[in-house]
């Protein structure tokens, strides 16, 4: 600890995704008295990966928490990749359904892209079918993916007096995926922040990421991130949620830390995310904003007009 260093601030993604809920379950109230019209979201997981069923569960619980209807499909881990393009047919002409989630990863005989490429674009709730990806890189209206839209509002949330105007800081994203990276990057450009993508074939990672006003680490490596990769006063957004061993805990037992190593960043960086409890509850509620647009638009309801985030 430096002399009379307080640490950073501490971005509590949880009650900012809580209030963010709100904002969502008081908007669909009043599009419901206002349109008569009911959100509905639908989640199709395949398989039994455990750590999607958690997901799945979640997204459920909050959907319907949140006055919205939620569909959800549990499909065997052998069903073909026709039966499930079917499904996602049959959810594109369904009128109740406005927004729908795909949980990944499929199994390998599943072709992701396939079936991302199905899903309607005025439906693709995560934002990652490549007409709402193109309608984010050149400027037009999009789905913006979950994770990148709840990191945006937690950097503005650290940083009320730019108003989200980014222009003359430098934002270092870490991680080149299309769920978060890329579109990551997309944000913080349109928002005027220089933008550095960085990956596992970037030379000298630490002396790129001490560059960065913002640093956003989305690699899933756990603690990759020391305190000597970041730059004084920096805001840091921790999307990695990696379970490794804590055997202070107990024989056996595990717990959750992000990509960045919390404890040593902290004392360097002006505002951070924790993990968990920061980028993690966002996402959901992200998910929720998003479905709650495409309901909007489908009716075409201004969101503003029924309050909505
Ligand atoms: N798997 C991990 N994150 C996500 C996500 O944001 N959306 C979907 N569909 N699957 C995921």
Request: a neutral charge; charged letters at 20%.
């Amino acid at each position: 600890m430096q002399g009379d260093r307080q640490g950073a601030q501490l971005i509590d993604g949880k009650a900012m995704a809580a209030r963010v809920r709100g904002d969502v379950m008081s908007a669909v109230r009043r599009l419901k008295t206002e349109y008569d019209v009911t959100p509905g979201l639908a989640v199709v997981l395949v398989g039994e990966n455990p750590a999607s069923q958690v997901y799945v569960r979640n997204k459920g619980k909050q959907t319907l928490e949140a006055g919205m209807t939620s569909f959800e499909h549990r499909l065997d881990a052998g069903v073909s990749e026709a039966e499930l393009l079917s499904l996602i047919d049959t959810l594109n002409r369904d009128p109740a359904v406005h927004g729908i989630l795909v949980q990944l990863p499929l199994p390998d005989h599943i072709t992701e892209s396939a079936v991302i490429a199905a899903i309607a674009p005025e439906k693709d709730v995560d934002g990652f079918h490549v007409i709402n990806a193109g309608r984010l890189a050149t400027g037009a209206p999009a789905v913006v993916p979950c994770t990148p839209l709840g990191s945006m509002m937690m950097i503005a949330e650290a940083l009320p007096h730019l108003a989200g105007d980014y222009s003359g800081l430098t934002a270092v994203v870490i991680g080149r995926s299309n769920i978060v990276g890329k579109p990551m990057a997309q944000l913080l450009l349109s928002a005027n922040a220089t933008v550095t993508v960085a990956h596992s074939r970037t030379k000298n990672l630490p002396a790129v990421a001490r560059t960065a006003d913002i640093l956003v680490a989305a690699v899933g490596r756990p603690n990759m991130v020391g305190g000597d990769w970041v730059k004084p006063g920096a805001v840091l957004i921790d999307v990695g949620i990696n379970r490794v061993d804590a055997p202070e805990r107990g024989d056996g037992k595990t717990r959750l830390v992000g990509d960045i190593d919390f404890e040593a960043a902290r004392e360097v960086a002006g505002a951070i995310t924790p993990v968990p409890g920061g980028v993690g509850p966002m996402t959901i509620a992200c998910l929720l904003v998003n479905c709650l647009r495409l309901a909007c638009a489908a009716h075409d309801i201004q969101p503003s007009r029924i309050g909505a985030p």
